[in-house]
Structure formats: C-alpha cells, structure tokens
C-alpha cells in the first residue's frame, strides 16, 4: 500500500518565480494537511482540508500562499512570488477521518524548496 | 540524503543502551501529545501519543511519560538500537481536542555501535 507522496521531491526557482507542489494522501483519507519544515525546526501548520473543504488555513504565511484540493484527493500548495524565507521543507500530511484528536496524520517525504 | 537539523540538541548513546528524550510543551490547555521520529530525507513518523487524561503509555519498545504539572513529556526508548538513530519530536494539540499539531523543536538521537 502506497503511502502519503510529495512532488517534486526537489525544487530549487529564483527569487519571483511561482510554484506548485503536489501531494497524493493516501486513498480514502479525509483529512489533509500541510506543514512547512525550516532547517533545524519542527513542522509548522499551514493549512488543513476536510475533503475539497479548506477548513483551516490560518497557518499560511502571506496571501502569496494558496493550497487547493478540488476533488478531495490530490492537493497542491501554490506559492507566488517566492521569496528567500519561502525556502523550507513542504510536508503533506493526511488521515482516515475528519479531524479529530487521536487520529494519526501520515506524513509525505516532503519537497525541499530552495529560492535563490 | 539532507540533514533535517543541523544545530539541534544531540543525545548520544551507546548501543543496547536505554535512552530518554525530554520535551517542555508550551500550552497547559493542550489534551494530546505525539512523539514523532523523523529520518534525513523523510517525513515524520508517528511512534506514539498519549492523551491528558494518562500519565504514562507503553508501546513496543518505548513509553512515553506526561507530567502535565511541570508541561513536560518524555519518550524512552529501551535497548536503543542503530535504526533509532534520528530526529524525535513532540507535538501537542493546543487543547479543545484540536487537529491542529504544535511541534517542538527536536532532538537528535545518535545510536554508537
């Protein structure tokens, strides 16, 4: 059984440019998070999906984020005009059930982005 | 594969040894607590979690202790072993039975043969 995946695994754009980063949870997971890891640092919420529902997005950091997830699987965290702080690793985290204490967040291999 | 951290707290233990990992969690309010093992290059990986109500837990090999007194947590590994080698985290839920995961900041473990 395949796991929580993340892609590009890597993804190195200058300064300005605009990304997408892709993650497939795990089929029939509800619950869908992301998480943004800095060097040296514990994960930090970003946003959280019920289904297609973004039911929280108090994590984001500016309104240069944007996550989606239309069709209540795939999701894709979208940053513009990535600047050097963007840099950070982009973790996917998804479960069985709406979000619920106690429940476990599998967690992706994550995407290292570097903006130069 | 990349470092995950690299100026984090390091334990260093000898092999077959037993090992104990601390973590001050910042929010009284908070009812759910993980500890999480996170390789280089992988996310993280659930070991286990504990809830407020309990003061101690045991799994395969670890036990995790809460002293919601003092907001701290342990995680204890028995006869550590090389593949243990990694980074641990804690997480807590910030209370109102929350989804929302509040990491630590991380220790390295580092199992000498």
């Known amino acids: 059984g395949a796991g929580v995946s993340q892609s590009p695994r890597y993804k190195v754009a200058k300064r300005g440019q605009d990304v997408a980063l892709r993650c497939d949870p795990i089929?029939?997971?509800?619950?869908l998070f992301w998480y943004q890891q800095a060097l040296g640092q514990g994960p930090e919420f970003l946003t959280y999906f019920q289904n297609e529902a973004q039911l929280d997005k108090s994590g984001l950091p500016s309104d240069r984020f944007f996550a989606e997830r239309p069709e209540g699987s795939v999701s894709t965290l979208k940053i513009q005009r990535t600047q050097q702080e963007d840099s950070a690793v982009y973790l996917c985290?998804?479960?069985?059930?709406?979000?619920?204490?106690?429940?476990?967040?599998?967690f992706g291999p994550g995407t290292r982005l570097t903006v130069t | 594969g990349e470092s995950v951290g690299l100026h984090l707290p390091t334990l260093s233990v000898q092999e077959g040894d037993n090992s104990i990992i601390n973590c001050a969690y910042s929010n009284s309010a908070s009812d759910y607590f993980i500890w999480y093992k996170q390789e280089s290059g992988k996310g993280p990986q659930f070991i286990i979690d504990i809830r407020s109500n309990m003061d101690k837990r045991q799994g395969q090999r670890v036990t995790v202790l809460l002293n919601k007194t003092v907001k701290h947590l342990s995680l204890q590994i028995a006869a550590t072993q090389p593949g243990d080698s990694a980074v641990y985290f804690c997480?807590?839920?910030?209370?109102?039975?929350?989804?929302?995961?509040?990491f630590g900041s991380g220790t390295r473990l580092l199992v000498r043969p």
């Open positions: 997480a807590e839920n910030g209370g109102d039975s929350s989804y929302k995961l509040i």
């Open positions: 985290a998804s479960s069985l059930s709406p979000g619920t204490v106690g429940l476990e967040q599998y």
């Open positions: 089929s029939g997971h509800v619950s």
